[in-house]
């Protein structure tokens, strides 16, 4: 995008833009390398007019935090009500798909690097990945209630599960392929794991 383009945008579209392109450069880079410079260059602006909607680097990186939740929210409501009993899957295998994107648990991963040092992050973090947690583990019940998740798995434990499972996948991608197949194994395993008897035939 020209500068020239970024400043015909309205105001909330100028900041969304630069939000879009904040989350690129953070995806394919890192929280500490990537800088204001390289955003603002790469959106078509000054770093003044990048600081006029974001007061700094670190507020970008949670705007880019939450843009990214909001996506996948967005991805397992769809998918819920489209067909409720492969939600969960259809949630994991959208995740993986989104190479185009920020994936969320990247800025995890970008985040823990600083949450030693800033409370914010820190605090930014823990609330997010709490929060995602207690969303799949809602899914589970609605998928036990349905009788599609066995009775006997606990939901708390099995969102955590499905946390570290997308920890693991991104480890995955950032390593170019370190399980080869094996994360497609891992993915199956865990479906027969939460699959109700009646099911899993």
């Given at each position: 995008?020209?500068?020239?383009a970024?400043?015909?945008?309205p105001?909330?579209?100028?900041?969304?833009?630069?939000?879009d392109t904040?989350?690129r450069v953070f995806s394919?880079?890192s929280?500490?390398g990537?800088?204001?410079?390289?955003i603002?260059r790469?959106?078509?602006?000054?770093e003044?007019?990048?600081?006029?909607?974001?007061?700094?680097?670190?507020?970008?990186?949670?705007?880019?935090?939450e843009q990214?939740w909001?996506?996948l929210q967005?991805?397992?409501?769809e998918?819920?009500?489209?067909?409720p009993?492969a939600c969960l899957?259809?949630?994991?295998a959208a995740?993986?798909?989104?190479?185009?994107r920020v994936?969320?648990?990247?800025?995890?991963?970008?985040?823990?690097?600083?949450?030693?040092?800033?409370?914010?992050i820190s605090?930014?973090?823990?609330r997010?990945?709490?929060?995602?947690?207690?969303?799949?583990?809602?899914l589970i019940?609605?998928?036990q209630g349905?009788?599609e998740v066995?009775?006997e798995?606990?939901?708390?434990a099995?969102a955590?599960?499905?946390v570290?499972?997308g920890?693991?996948a991104?480890?995955?991608?950032?390593l170019?392929?370190?399980?080869?197949?094996?994360l497609?194994?891992?993915?199956?395993?865990?479906?027969?794991w939460?699959?109700?008897?009646?099911?899993?035939?």
């Amino acid at each position: 995008m020209t500068q020239a383009a970024t400043k015909r945008l309205p105001r909330a579209a100028r900041r969304q833009a630069v939000l879009d392109t904040a989350c690129r450069v953070f995806s394919r880079s890192s929280y500490r390398g990537a800088t204001t410079a390289e955003i603002a260059r790469e959106a078509g602006i000054s770093e003044p007019i990048l600081y006029r909607h974001f007061g700094s680097k670190r507020d970008l990186y949670l705007a880019c935090l939450e843009q990214a939740w909001a996506e996948l929210q967005a991805v397992a409501d769809e998918a819920r009500a489209r067909d409720p009993s492969a939600c969960l899957g259809e949630v994991a295998a959208a995740y993986m798909a989104s190479r185009a994107r920020v994936r969320l648990i990247d800025l995890w991963i970008q985040g823990l690097n600083e949450a030693s040092e800033d409370a914010l992050i820190s605090k930014a973090l823990k609330r997010q990945i709490r929060e995602v947690h207690d969303t799949f583990a809602g899914l589970i019940r609605e998928g036990q209630g349905r009788g599609e998740v066995h009775a006997e798995r606990d939901p708390e434990a099995e969102a955590w599960i499905f946390v570290a499972s997308g920890l693991l996948a991104t480890v995955d991608h950032r390593l170019g392929g370190l399980l080869g197949d094996g994360l497609e194994r891992v993915r199956a395993e865990r479906k027969r794991w939460l699959r109700s008897e009646e099911h899993a035939s």
